[in-house]
């Protein structure tokens, strides 16, 4: 999408200033910062933006240092006085009083059973199982890469805007949104086909599904209570009318410096980096204009920010992921993600993944908000099992 381009208004007046000095700024927010302009139909994001993070914008979290996904599920276990035993580097088994209670294998705990694994790997059986249990998700169809004729005919056939994923991907790579052409579908495709990661265990495909606008809400679900959620918000800068998209973007990323978990996950902003969304670095916003930098909210090296909503997030919602969660057979800890209109409602809501491999870093170390102690609530569940 490209966007309209302003010139430099004209200098204000050098007069001595006359009358009481301008108030000082809400709390959170940064004197001289535009206030977004949302315009007549904001998105959910837009709307979040505008009503959660800007008013707070000078509150943004500086993490002196930061615990790694494993880290913190060890440290949760010495905490239960739980005896940690290597077997190699990345599998370990937890002992209770000399009793063996759990484990972890990679980034996972013994929480996830080996069908649930199987099952989360691939977006299109997870689509499956998600269907069967009759959870709300979009509707879609996981394609053979070499059949794109086949991936035109079912977006014709779909009638709406798509997206557009490979099967096996992770870490938000390969995926287009908002899809409407035949042009961009194809765009998507090599994009999906280039973030491809098959396994042997999964014959790789890409799916393609009715595109669902809303805010990008990650719950973490443990056992059948919601421990953690946080809106995942793509990198975005707010014009004033003169400065570049390029000088925005670096004055943002140079304030995320002084926190230990976003400096090292911020991107380059380059030309390239910005043709996703028909930017250069050289553009020019309105006053006000809200503007993404990247099509989704990649939290991984993409900027993208994550932003406690827990206590946020409606009860039906909360039962959402649950259920979410509850589809996949021997699934007992896992981020499920949904898209949501509205925080306070499920109307409209859907799941989009049910993921046992989500990083839990992003609830400990939230951009905003409180951070939410997930590895305790894995480690008590290991417990509470080990206990039966």
């Known amino acids: 999408m490209s966007e309209t381009y302003f010139p430099s ?21 940064v004197a001289g910062r535009p206030k977004v302009d949302l315009g007549e139909e904001p998105s959910a994001t837009s709307r979040f933006v505008a009503e ?29 006085r739980m005896t940690i035993k290597k077997i190699t580097e990345s599998n370990q088994l937890f002992f ?8 972890m294998d ?20 997870t689509k499956r199982y998600l269907s069967s249990a009759e959870v709300p998700t979009p509707k879609g169809k996981a394609i053979n890469p070499t059949d794109f004729a086949r991936a035109v005919k079912y977006m014709k056939a779909l009638g709406k805007r798509v997206a557009v994923k490979p099967s096996a991907g992770r870490a938000a790579r390969g995926i287009s949104v908002n899809v409407t052409r035949e042009s961009e579908l194809r765009t998507a495709w090599q994009a999906a086909m280039a973030a491809r990661s098959a396994t042997s265990e999964s014959r790789y495909l890409i799916v393609i599904e009715e595109y669902t606008p809303g805010l990008d809400v990650r719950c973490y679900v443990v056992g059948g209570q919601v421990v953690g959620a946080v809106a995942r918000l793509p990198l975005y800068v707010i014009g004033d009318g003169l400065s570049t998209v390029g000088k925005l973007a670096d004055d943002e990323i140079a304030r995320r410096r002084p926190n230990e978990y976003l400096k090292s996950r911020q991107p380059e902003v380059s ?25 989704i909210a990649d939290t991984g090296r993409g900027g993208g920010i994550a932003v406690d909503v827990l206590d946020l997030l409606s009860d039906e919602l909360k039962d959402l992921a649950v259920d979410g969660l509850s589809a996949v057979p021997g699934l007992g800890a896992a981020a499920v993600d949904l898209l949501v209109p509205e925080l306070g409602s499920a109307e409209g809501a859907v799941v989009l993944e049910v993921n046992p491999y989500a990083n839990i870093m992003q609830f400990h170390y939230p951009s905003y ?16 099992r080990a206990s039966r």
């Open 96 to 103: 209770l009083s000399g009793v063996l209670v759990g484990g």
């Open 106 to 125: 990679g980034v996972i705990t013994s929480l996830v059973s080996h069908q649930a694994r199987r099952v989360s790997r691939s977006k299109a059986m």
């Open 271 to 295: 030309d390239a980096f910005l043709a996703a969304v028909g930017l250069t670095r050289g553009s020019v916003l309105a006053e006000g204009k809200l503007q993404y930098l990247t099509p």
């Open 9 to 29: 208004p004209a200098g204000g007046s050098s007069g001595r200033h006359q009358g009481p000095p301008p108030p000082p700024p809400a709390p959170g927010l």
């Open 52 to 80: 959660h993070v800007e008013p707070r914008y000078g509150e943004l979290r500086k993490w002196n240092s930061t615990l790694a996904h494993d880290e913190l599920l060890q440290r949760a276990a010495r905490r239960k």
């Open 369 to 384: 908000g409180e951070p939410r102690k997930i590895n305790d609530a894995i480690m008590e569940e290991i417990l509470e």
